[in-house]
């Protein structure tokens, strides 16, 4: 409520601001209609898609004093300043375990060069390296997830580390934190991460002391303040769990009962996950405390936490890449991934994802794909949590169809799953959606899987949530309401920022 009330305050003085300089002098205005022209230039100029200039050229070009204010207001994006300052610290900090070795890209190179051009893009712009030995388990849904981390964490040894979205307390994490209670009574050294969204209507503000009064090391990352900035828009959405640097897991659960349906929202929930085990734990074990020290001062002493040259039970074949994304990276690494893979695709590229807001870089690789004959196959959800988002997706429905792909929504539910797989040889498992929240705001990670035997699981899963969905053609579009169609077209206007 305190958050709201400020953020009214804010708006409030903001159009004030506008009215007072409308009004106040010829001069003041001739100075704004200046600023407007210097800060139309730097938008053109700036390099970002042409969706997110034209979000804001249209209201600086209506109402040019109000636009300018909102903008310089809103995307001053000044709270990420030190976050990005204390990122790339740790990125240096850490470079040297973040390699490719020999072998592997030797190996990559033979089996297939366009695969190897993608590792070194994701080594180069991210400091993402491939691995030859290591093995992925995927779980086609939370639960079977959840059954096998709480196996997991009772084996820990040495350190347990947690980076979730959201925390709600429940069956899931009730489980999970008795455990995590009882390692840390044990020695094993244990860290909780979450972001700080979940301090607005799932977690007590002070909830991470009540984590360190357990044994725990626990913070928020970026608590809500109640300033308006789209600082606040980039939140960390990854899922990470790491247990003693040889155990990893990623995927779209979170730690809540709806995730493994103790708790109903939107009917039956969809989601996916996978364990990573071998050297690729590594990147994990990187990207966590990469993160934990973005706010922090000092060093961490990383080679603690880094495991190398053990054997697994089951070495799986082909490669593994771990990666990441987010706001202070030099390239959209995640939207490149995506897209890479759908470029190459020969047969098939499958894709289950819970919104669907793209660029028109995006949109025109998927129509030209289906239109080159790859058979392009998109499942989301029939039951939206987000109205407004789910209205914004129906309106891309008339031009996949007219390029012929092929459209599914999960009748039993939400779908949250963020799921590509393509030709039985590629697929990406991980936290990030189609949207621009994902693809540009948020800070997300993923493992891409190159002729790897969970990339088989993948597909299989995409086939069997195939039978429970309803396939979309225009009539079924044109059902939908008329409200709700041009409801959805509008919305597109400001897509970028949702």
Same mark, same amino acid.
């Given at each position: ?5 400020l953020?009214?305050?804010? @708006?409030?003085w ?15 205005l ?10 139309l230039?730097?938008? @053109?100029?700036k +390099? ?7 979000t804001?050229v ?16 809103v995307?001053?994006?000044w709270?990420?300043?030190g #976050?990005?300052?204390g990122? +790339? ?11 490719t070795?020999?072998e592997?890209?030797?190996?990559l ?5 366009r ?27 939370g639960?079977?997830?959840y ?9 820990a ?6 980076e979730?979205?959201?925390?709600e ?29 979940? =301090?607005i209507l ?7 002391k009540?984590?360190r ?14 300033l ?7 939140r ?10 040889k ?13 493994i349906?103790?708790k109903k929202?939107?009917?039956h929930?969809k989601?996916t996950?996978?364990k ?6 590594k990147?994990?074990?990187v990207m ?6 973005? =706010? ?5 002493d990383?080679?603690k ?6 054997q697994?039970?089951?070495s799986?074949?082909g ?12 390239e959209?690494?995640a939207?490149?991934?995506? %897209?890479?893979?759908?470029?190459q695709?020969?047969r098939y590229v499958?894709?289950?994802?819970p ?9 025109d690789?998927?129509q ?6 790859v058979?392009?196959?998109? @499942?989301i ?7 407004a988002i789910?209205?914004?997706a ?5 031009? #996949?169809l007219?390029?012929g $792909?092929?459209i ?6 939400? @779908?949250?799953?963020? $799921?590509?797989?393509s ?5 990406v ?9 994902? %693809?540009?705001h ?14 088989f ?8 949530t ?6 979309v053609?225009m009539?079924y579009y044109?059902?939908? =309401? ?8 509008v919305?597109?206007?400001?897509g970028?920022?949702?």
């Open positions: 409520m305190i958050t709201i009330a953020l009214l305050v804010q @708006i409030f903001l159009f004030a601001g506008f009215k007072w300089l409308g009004e106040y002098s010829e001069i003041s001739l100075l704004m209609l200046v600023l407007s022209v210097v800060v230039v730097y938008i @053109i100029n +390099d970002e898609t042409p969706e997110f200039k034209l804001w249209i209201p600086i070009c209506v109402a040019p004093v109000f636009g300018v204010l909102l903008y310089l207001f995307v001053g994006n709270g990420n300043i #976050l990005k300052k990122l +790339d610290r740790r990125l240096k900090e850490t470079e040297a375990f973040m390699h070795d020999g592997t890209r030797e190996a190179e033979k089996a297939d060069l695969m190897a051009g993608l590792s070194r893009y994701t080594e180069e712009i991210g400091g993402f390296p491939a691995y030859k030995n290591s093995s992925a388990v995927y779980f086609p849904t639960e079977a997830k059954e096998d981390l709480l196996k997991e964490l009772e084996k040894e040495e350190f347990i580390f947690l979730y979205f959201i925390v307390r429940g069956k899931m994490w009730n489980s999970i934190l008795e455990i995590l209670q009882r390692k840390a009574k044990e020695g094993v050294e244990v860290r909780v991460m979450y972001d700080g969204m979940c =301090s799932l977690l007590p503000y002070s909830y991470p009540k984590l009064s357990m044994g725990i090391r626990a913070k928020m990352f970026a608590p809500i303040r109640p308006m900035s789209t600082s606040q828009n980039n960390d959405h990854r899922k990470i769990l790491v247990i003693d640097g155990v990893a897991y990623t995927g779209g659960v979170n730690l809540a009962d709806e995730y349906n103790e929202k939107y009917g929930w989601d996950a996978i990573i085990e071998g050297e690729a734990v990147s994990f074990t966590f405390l990469q993160m934990w020290n973005s =706010s922090e001062w000092g060093t961490e990383y080679a936490y880094i495991r190398s040259g053990f697994v039970e089951k799986g074949s490669f593994v890449i771990p990666y990441g994304d987010g706001p202070t990276m030099p959209n690494v939207e490149t991934v995506y %897209l890479d893979m759908i470029h695709a020969v499958h894709i289950m994802t919104y669907f807001i793209v660029d028109n870089a995006m949109l690789a998927i030209y794909a289906a239109r080159r004959g058979d392009v196959r998109i @499942i959800p029939h039951i939206p949590d987000k109205k789910f209205a914004m129906r309106t891309y429905y008339p031009d #996949l007219a390029a $792909v092929k599914y929504e999960y009748k039993p539910g939400f @779908i949250h799953a963020k $799921v590509f797989v030709d039985d040889e590629k697929a498992v991980g936290t990030i959606n189609m949207d621009y929240r994902s %693809l540009y948020h800070f997300e990670c993923a493992v891409y899987l190159y002729r790897n035997e969970a990339v699981d993948v597909e299989e899963d995409f086939q069997e195939l039978g429970r969905c309803i396939e053609d009539e044109k059902s939908i =309401s008329v409200f709700n169609r041009m409801t959805g077209r919305l597109r206007l400001i970028p920022l949702t």
